[in-house]
């Protein structure tokens, strides 16, 4: 059996010698890890760690790299407007709930497919809409409802609806656990395992270890802008540097 | 007392008067809800439009008349208003001091904008054609045709904008850029384009206001202040909970401005007018029609 923390023979997604910095800070430093298609790597890291800014970077929302390479199914994306990222099929949720507040729950997922080469007819649309909505478990009720008069969790899945619905084949979901319940987190937790059944690979941030390594087949754990680890979930949590930088004290 | 006819007159001057701000208004609160900036050559777009509007139109100039004028200044303005985003608003659109920095640009392309029609047209100042003459008789009263016909060419501008806001594709995506700039990259919107979209209709609609505008009084290359002024209120006044509610305040500026100049005097009605923005600010600080949450 070959290593696990080799990069993946034909990657999906490889990047390279990413690197961010606001002013003196190196929040992202010389980072580089490569996905196989329908894979789910985990990133986990102390607070500060840089790894929702290494999501920003790759995505380009909200900025830009300072320098790295972005091989996106063997295509380099590094240089292209984030809405254009989005259409080839890289999308990203964010960890506060970010959604469109007036619209309706469908309206916000009709806009994302509005926007790709699937949208149609209204009435098209809203069938897309509906079945991304049901996807991701929303419950059907609820529809017509204004984002803004939903709570978080059903927010989080409105935002995960919308990108789902550009149909894409690479996910990045930022911290989806934060500021949910334990049943939340289960619920959460199928969904994820449910994406992967329909063949996207998924870079997942993510705080509460437990989701992380139960999900991820391959773990990365970020450490001052650094990668200090990647492999198996269960040898990289027994780490002595990935000890170190969690509770601060070698082992 | 003033007599009824005195008030018909009045009053529909005042509606005139609030559709030509409402016009104003709209534009300004696009391009303040979707990029979040308040743009200072709101008022030289307006002087811009009427120039443009003149040059086509009038019997010195090219004479083509004032509908081919309306259209070129609609045109030109839209096209004005793009080039202006991406040379003073795009290049600071990431910075987090963007509305001080925009400040700063947009009060600078208003005066290279006021400067240009000094240098092109020369400050002679000019005046437009009225939409049209005479007067309809309604029995009871009569009212300028012109009048009327601002108001219907404001409402079918107005009405044609909520459309393209609500039912058109690119509509929506302006509205839900302007709700979330991050939600709306995540769902794959081109924000860049659709921010120069905003400006440019928001000027677009600013050019078509310029002809109104420069039909009720002579044009100079500063005509556009009093106005951007009047919008500023307006907006202020209406808040901008959505697409309509500056309306709703801009024609009731426009009735007060034409009632306190009848009977508190012309200099006194910007204070009226202030004086009511700064109650409504005390009463109710996001307007009159306003809510916390900005959106087209």
Known sequence: MPPISSPPLGAILAVS??????GALRAVDNVSFAMAPGEILGIAGPNGSGKSTLFNAITRIPFDMDAGIVVFEGR???NLPAHRLAALGLARTFQRETV???????????????????????????LLAEQALD??????TLHNWRAAALPVFLRKLVMIAGA??????????????????????????????????????????????ELLTGVSDRLMVLDQGRVIALGEPAQVVRDPQVVEAYLGVAP | MMSFDTFVAVASGGLALGAIYALMAAGLAAVWTTLGIFNFAHGAFIALGAYIGWQIADAEAAGLGLAAGVVGAFVGLFVIGILFHLALVRPFERRPDIVTA?????????????????????????QLGQLARGEVDLGVFRLPVSDLVLIAVVGATLGTLGWFLSRTRTGRAMRAVSQNREAAELMGLDVPRLYALAFGLSAAIAGLAGIFVGGLRFMTPTMGTDPLMKALIVVILGGIARFTSPIYAAILV??????SNYYVGLYWTPAVLFAMMIVVLFLKPSGLFGHHQRTL
Request: proline share 5%; with cysteine.
């Open chain 2, 102 to 126: 925009c400040v700063i640009t947009t009060l600078a392309g208003a005066a290279i904008c006021e400067s240009a029609i000094n240098l092109i047209w020369g400050p002679r100042s000019k």
């Open chain 1, 164 to 209: 789902i619905a550009l149909d894409p084949k690479v996910l990045l979901l930022d911290e989806p656990a934060s500021s949910l319940t334990p049943d939340e987190i289960d619920r959460l937790r199928a969904l994820i395992r449910q994406l992967r059944e329909m063949g996207l690979a998924i870079l997942l941030i993510e705080h509460v270890l």
């Open chain 1, 17 to 22: 010698g990413v690197t961010k910095s606001f």
């Open chain 1, 135 to 140: 996807i991701v478990g929303f419950p059907a």
């Open chain 1, 100 to 126: 469109f507040p007036s619209l309706s729950a469908v309206d916000n997922v009709i806009v994302a497919i509005e926007q790709t080469k699937r949208g149609g007819s209204l009435r098209r649309n809203v």
């Open chain 2, 254 to 259: 426009g009735f007060v401005e034409s009632f």
């Open chain 1, 76 to 78: 380099q994306v590094q």
